[in-house]
């Protein structure tokens, strides 16, 4: 069967290239199997990077309009307190008004009670 040492590392040679393909088949395999793994884990960060993006507008949203409601609420609020405020400062000036002229009006009675009684003291004396 093996007439010279050329038989024999012919074998030898043809064992090895057939290990050697064996190898590269397994290595070939497994880095398949790593890059479908890697796969998984791109599509798996993409869905939750969607999820998170999705999340993320929805808040931005529902802050977006809850701002507006808060900007027409304050001025709501601002419109209403200026009103109370022009209401109430008219009530008090109204009542300082009439305050004022009810002492006005007091004190212009009692100008003419004295008035009176001076015309009537400077009468008196006429009369004598």
Known sequence: MFETSRDVLYIVLSFCILWVTVFLCWLLYY???VLKDADRVVE??????QLLT???NYIRGKVES???LM???TQGAAGLVKRVVTKK???WMSDAGDKFDSSAKDAVDKAAAA???GMKK???GMKK
Request: without cysteine; hydrophobic residues 50%; charged residues 30%.
């Open 31 to 33: 880095a398949g199997k």
């Open 44 to 49: 798996e960060f993409r869905m939750r990077l």
């Open 54 to 56: 999705d999340a993320i």
């Open 66 to 68: 809850i701002s507006s």
């Open 71 to 73: 900007t027409l609420a």
């Open 89 to 91: 400062a008219g009530e």
């Open 115 to 117: 008035m009176s009684k």
């Open 122 to 124: 400077a009468a008196k």
